[in-house]
């Protein structure tokens, strides 16, 4: 069984950074891709970044290009989002997720591409 859990949210003034982290559980961490995602209540959820299994690919939301970097440590089974020059736009529950494969490069934002979810941790960024 795989469990993800997401750390490293809180709140931040705009312009402001953090850093989240993604610990997951289980066997084979390496040969997965690992993604995040975010969400606000009454809206869907949202794409932000992905990352392939071995770091060399790395694909992103508009939104967020130049601005968030994903990364990973495959000795630490751990991915990372590091945000920088947070808006109060960016406020949501960031939710990492294991892709089904080791790559999701044709559509990374695609949902049915994950297929384990964290529990979230919560970003606020006040103006």
């Known amino acids: 069984q795989v469990q993800l859990v997401e750390s490293g949210g809180g709140l931040v003034q705009a312009g402001g950074s953090l850093r989240l982290s993604c610990a997951a559980s289980?066997?084979?961490?390496?040969?997965?891709?690992m993604g995040w995602f975010r969400q606000v209540p009454g809206k869907e959820r949202e794409f932000v970044a992905a990352i392939n299994w071995s770091g060399g690919s790395t694909y992103y939301a508009n939104s967020v290009k130049g601005r968030f970097t994903i990364s990973r440590d495959n000795a630490k089974n751990t991915v990372y989002l590091q945000m920088n020059s947070l808006k109060p736009e960016d406020t949501a529950v960031y939710v990492c997720a294991r892709a089904r494969g080791g790559d999701v490069g044709d559509v990374p934002s695609l949902q049915y591409n994950y297929d384990y979810w964290g529990q979230g941790t919560q970003v606020t960024v006040s103006s």
């Open positions: 289980g066997r084979m961490f390496s040969t997965y891709a």
